[in-house]
């Protein structure tokens, strides 16, 4: 517990002029070893590093030219810090330059930010962005004398920090900085100094340099607010040399205001003036700053006989005041302004009223400062107490035992006997479960290797069958047997997608699904996935709207196909469930860079109770269901499991009569990059003119798919030569005067990669042109695409093949030959 802590260890730390003293000293030996441009050049380092160090560096040099007001040159340091967080794709540093950003604009004025302070303080799954948020909020919240509930926010977040992460340190320190502030206010002198300590010394990392000395301000305030000119001085003299040593323009209006401090403290009004003199445009351009100044000068005015100047400062006091209260501050000057007026009965009034006011809001602030600190020590207190009735307790039964033991001798040796064999009994159990747990995890390992692998081996022969129907699908048939195709060619398509949602989970499941962001076209992305399923929505007589909000932007940042999947899923599942009325697919702005992308229907919808198992594998609301309406289960679960690697949350609701609604949001920054420029021509599609029949080499250990790829290339008027496996494909390829070669991925003797890496080692050697050479396999996670492309094939293509896709692909690659060959 912070507050608690400070106050047990405050008054042995701090008491006395000598730790005050000691204090000073150690924050103007730190902020002097350095200054503010080996500040800047330790900022322009960082940047050239591309790890979380570099950005924890750049987070430091912005966060220390914030602190100094310069909110310009500190903007400029936070657009870095985001652009280098978005470039190495860190979403920690990401969130932290967005609450860098809040920070800037609620220093200058925007009180709104503050619930977006308190939110991320609230939900962030990161414990460092929860630490920075948190500290945000606590001085938001002090600043509205809820002090209390700072103390107990800065509490919670000290207490997520890990105690050794790297990073650790920079955490703790923010924390105890506006704990520190907190104190503060509390008028704990001690205990703010001891807070101030541990931010200044005790976490400060001695390698990132600190030219910025904040906490003298802040200890000068707090000693003059308890009346301690003494220690005020002490510190006011260091903060003076170093802002003379800064030379900043900024750091020099907040000395003037110290200075001003202490000799409205001595009341010396004249003092007041001349300390303000030099820096009273820049003072009274800072709001902040201006709302502790301006009492103070405006008092001196008045008791110089200044009042033109007392009452200017009265109404500008006014003005800035928050929401338009009335600070006590305000009050004591509308009297000093009197009492120069010779009015001096109301003056009294008004100071009487100034005295009730501030004695109010000075109780007010330390109730709730003193009920978090006394509910924390009552927690320790409750906490003691109960340990020590256990340590009763058990002192009690140890007596018990003790006076018994010579009557149960027998007894306690039987027992000792008993709790052997429980010991053994437990060991046992303990070997058993934890073999049983390794089982288990080998077990899963190998559930995620099987699907991938009975993917690989149905994908095979599901390859004969789906391209066999699609080349009797072209042939001269009966409308009967056509029929009978067609209904081949469905299956063969229903069965191909639930292997790909099958494998999806597989890949989710042993982590190697990854959101890879860049840019693309948000309004188009959102087209397609209309326009992919408006022949069924019209060929079921629903309709399927899109409503797309104007205001988005065009380019965004983004995982372009996993958002396809997922809207595909939807609006699949939609349809699929819709037998009358509508589907709309809404995408709209919502807050900052996010988008809010949402799935309506008119269909049967579901009940509360199966809502809570909606995104899991395999669900259906009954038994039914798959039989009306088909499908694995798998789509939604799938969709929320990528949704939630893109940032998002998926959820939904069924109002009874209104059909079914899904949605989810997801940050998608607005993309730097150009547009493809969209009036370029399109390419003309591949031709087959060549000189005589281009001979081609298929290797596939598999006899169904060498005929399968026979008839698919039939057409084509290819020289087909086919062999059954890799060793003897690089034999008849070393012959030479092949124009292609299609390859199989897994094959006896020699697999399709290493025949393939032997192939191109062979041109090279002897100096031909690459032959182009196209995966032909079952094989259809990424990490098999990479494969073939680092072996040396031009292309891969899943089974099952398709007609169309398949003479394409050898028609793209023998004209990419015989374009190379031309050239």
């Known amino acids: 517990m912070i507050a608690a802590a400070v106050l047990a260890t405050a008054a042995p730390a701090m008491a006395g002029v000598g730790q005050a003293a000691e204090l000073a000293r150690a924050v103007e030996q730190r902020a002097a070893r350095t200054d503010f441009a080996a500040l800047e050049a330790f900022g322009l380092e960082a940047m050239k590093r591309r790890d979380r160090e570099g950005l924890n560096r750049l987070y430091h040099v912005a966060w220390t030219v914030l602190n100094q007001g310069d909110f310009e040159e500190a903007t400029l340091w936070n657009n870095r810090l985001e652009a280098q967080a978005r470039a190495q794709n860190d979403q920690r540093y990401l969130a932290i330059a967005r609450l860098n950003a809040l920070t800037i604009r609620y220093d200058q004025g925007d009180l709104a930010v503050e619930k977006e302070m308190a939110h991320t303080a609230r939900t962030s799954r990161d414990w460092f962005v929860m630490a920075h948020a948190a500290r945000l909020s606590a001085l938001a919240l002090m600043d509205q004398d809820r002090i209390g509930e700072g103390l107990r926010l800065l509490t919670t977040a000290e ?46 990392n001695p390698d990132y340099p600190r030219p910025d000395f904040d906490s003298l301000y802040n200890l000068t305030r707090m000693a003059l607010q308890v009346g301690d000119l003494s220690n005020a001085e002490l510190y006011y003299a260091a903060h003076h040399r170093l802002s003379q040593r800064a030379n900043l323009e900024s750091l020099s209006a907040y000395d003037a205001a110290l200075c001003a401090f202490l000799a409205d403290a001595r009341r010396d009004s004249r003092g007041v003036l001349d300390c303000l003199a030099p820096h009273e445009a820049l003072i009274d351009g ?40 009335v600070d006590p501050t305000e009050r004591l000057l509308e009297a000093e302004l009197l009492f120069a007026s010779g009015r001096a009965a109301e003056a009294f009034d ?17 109730s709730a400062g003193i009920h978090q600190v006394t509910g924390d020590m009552q927690e320790q207190l409750a906490e003691r107490r109960r340990q020590l009735e256990t340590a009763r307790a058990n002192t009690q039964l140890q007596h018990a035992v003790i006076r018994g033991q010579n009557w149960i001798l027998g007894i306690s040796l039987a027992f000792a006997v008993s709790v052997l064999l429980v010991v053994f009994w437990q060991r046992r159990q303990s070997r058993r479960l934890k073999k049983a747990q390794l089982h288990a995890e080998a077990a899963n390992r190998a559930k995620s290797e099987f699907l991938a692998n009975m993917s690989h081996e149905i994908r095979t022969p599901l390859n004969g069958v789906v391209a066999m129907a699609e080349a009797l699908a072209g042939r001269d048939l009966r409308e009967q047997d056509r029929e009978l195709v067609n209904i081949i060619r469905s299956s063969g ?40 399923w408006a022949p069924l929505a019209m060929g079921k007589g629903v309709e399927l709207r899109l409503e797309y ?78 039989r009306r309406f088909g499908g694995s289960g798998l789509g939604l679960a799938i969709s929320d499991d990528l949704v939630r ?88 390829f070393r012959e030479g005067g092949f124009d292609l070669v299609l390859m199989d991925m897994q094959m006896p003797v020699m697999d399709g990669l290493t025949a393939t890496t032997e192939m191109r080692a062979h041109e090279r050697r002897i100096g031909a042109e690459p032959t182009p050479i196209l995966m032909l396999t079952a094989n259809a996670m990424s990490e098999h695409v990479e494969a073939s492309h680092r072996a040396g094939a031009d292309g891969h293509l899943t089974k099952p093949l398709s007609v169309a896709g398949l003479t394409r692909a050898v028609a793209e690659a023998l004209d990419r030959a015989n374009d190379q060959v031309s050239a």
Request: net charge negative.
């Open 159 to 204: 207490s997520e920090i890990p105690v050794h992460d790297p990073y650790a340190a920079t955490a703790r320190a923010g924390v105890w900085e506006m704990t520190g502030m907190g104190l503060m206010k509390l008028s704990d002198v001690a205990g703010a100094a001891a807070a101030f300590r541990r931010f200044e010394i005790d976490d400060s």
């Open 286 to 325: 800072k709001a902040f700053l201006a709302l502790d100044i301006l009492p103070a000068r405006g008092v001196a005015r008045a008791r110089l006989g200044d009042l033109a100047g007392a009452r200017s400062d009265l109404e500008r006091l006014r003005e800035l005041a928050p929401n338009g209260g």
């Open 350 to 366: 008004v100071l009487r009223e100034y005295q009730r006011q501030r004695d109010l809001h000075l109780s007010l602030r330390f």
């Open 493 to 532: 398509v229903t069965l191909e997608r639930l292997l790909s949602d099958i494998l999806d989970v597989a890949r989710i499941e042993s982590g190697k699904v990854t959101i890879e962001p860049a840019p693309f076209d948000l309004e188009e992305a959102s087209r397609d996935v209309s326009a992919l």
């Open 549 to 626: 909000d104007p205001a988005l932007p065009r380019r965004v940042l983004g995982d372009a196909v996993r958002l396809r999947q997922v809207l595909t899923n939807l609006v699949s599942n939609a349809l699929k469930f819709t037998q009358e009325g509508s589907v709309t697919l809404k995408v709209a702005r919502t807050e900052g860079d996010r988008v809010r992308f949402t799935v309506l229907d008119t269909g049967i919808g579901f009940d509360a109770e199966f809502k809570s198992r909606i995104f899991h594998r395999f669900q259906q609301e009954d038994g039914s269901i798959t």
């Open 645 to 732: 690697l893109m940032g998002g949350e998926l959820d939904c609701d069924s109002p009874p009569g209104e059909g079914a609604r899904f949605w989810f949001d997801l940050s998608l920054p607005t993309a730097t990059d150009e547009a493809p420029n969209e009036t370029v021509q399109a390419a003309p599609p591949p031709s087959m003119e060549r000189a005589g029949a281009p001979r081609v080499l298929l290797a596939d250990d598999h006899p169904a798919n060498r005929k399968v790829v026979e008839v698919m290339l039939e057409p084509l008027g290819v020289d087909l030569t086919t062999v059954e496996d890799g060793a003897q494909a690089l034999a008849a």
